[in-house]
């Protein structure tokens, strides 16, 4: 009767020995548990800059200063974006008031993105001056509205103000007079797509000047050629 009694206690034992015992923790879960429960550190670089369509044909600079995505509006009357400052291929023109974001910056040029004007869901991008976000002095102001300019002129935006055109078509080219073409294409002050002459002669040469707001030209009187002195 006795042994019967130990068998049953032993394994009793047992299990209540094995289910009183701490579980052991090595170091190698110490450390697991250390590293799941440490923060993680987030970098935030900011945003990224707008994608544009045309990145790869954008002049780029190594020395040019890098501006942390800033959203602007133009202010002067027209503004051209350009592939390379100062003077290089047209990107677009932007009117007054087209919102920009600014990346960059180099000698007086900024580096911005915008809506393609012809393509509302493509982005572009091209340096402009940074005069282009600031209002242009009244004096530059030569027009407001092609009704200020006269008959068959428009009112168009330059970079330096606005001034009166002659008014042209693809099937009127013959409205613009000598040493200008029916080339010019934009918006007007007043927001409206309209065509216009522009001269045709080299810049260095000097536009020649117009009447009434690039009407015909005027010819200046040189007089008659010197004759040629034989000694007589």
């Given at each position: 009767?006795r ?5 049953l206690?032993l394994?009793?034992?047992l299990?209540?020995g094995l289910a ?6 090595d170091g190698?879960?110490?450390a697991?548990d250390?590293?799941?429960?440490a923060?993680v550190?987030v ?8 994608e544009?369509a045309?990145?790869?044909?954008i ?7 890098k501006?942390a ?5 133009t202010e002067a009357?027209?503004?051209v974006?350009?592939k390379?400052?100062p003077?290089g291929e047209w990107v677009a023109r932007?009117a007054?008031?087209t919102?920009?974001t600014k990346?960059?910056s180099h000698?007086g ?10 393509k509302?869901d493509e982005?572009?991008?091209?340096w402009?001056?940074?005069a282009?976000f600031?209002?242009a ?10 009704k200020?300019c006269?008959?068959?002129?428009v009112?168009?935006p330059?970079?330096?103000?606005t001034k009166?055109?002659?008014a042209?078509s693809?099937?009127n080219?013959a409205?613009?007079p ?11 002050a ?17 536009a020649?000047k117009?009447?009434?707001?690039g009407?015909?030209?005027?010819a ?9 002195d034989?000694g007589?």
């Amino acid at each position: 009767m006795r042994n019967v009694a130990l068998e049953l206690c032993l394994p009793l034992a047992l299990v209540l020995g094995l289910a009183g015992c701490p579980k052991k923790h090595d170091g190698g879960d110490a450390a697991s548990d250390a590293t799941s429960d440490a923060p993680v550190a987030v970098v935030d670089s900011g945003p990224a800059a707008p994608e544009a369509a045309n990145v790869n044909e954008i002049a780029r600079f190594g020395d040019e200063t890098k501006i942390a995505n800033e959203i602007a509006k133009t202010e002067a009357p027209l503004t051209v974006a350009r592939k390379s400052p100062p003077n290089g291929e047209w990107v677009a023109r932007l009117a007054r008031g087209t919102e920009v974001t600014k990346i960059a910056s180099h000698e007086g040029q900024v580096l911005v993105v915008f809506a393609n004007p012809k393509k509302t869901d493509e982005r572009l991008m091209g340096w402009v001056v940074e005069a282009a976000f600031k209002a242009a002095a009244a004096a530059a102001q030569k027009c407001k509205a092609d009704k200020d300019c006269g008959g068959k002129n428009v009112c168009v935006p330059h970079e330096n103000g606005t001034k009166c055109e002659k008014a042209c078509s693809t099937t009127n080219t013959a409205a613009c007079p000598e040493h200008f073409a029916c080339t010019g294409e934009g918006l007007n002050a007043e927001g409206k797509t309209v065509q216009y002459c522009v001269s045709t002669l080299p810049a260095d040469a000097g536009a020649p000047k117009a009447q009434d707001g690039g009407g015909a030209v005027v010819a200046v009187d040189a007089g008659k050629p010197a004759a040629a002195d034989g000694g007589k």
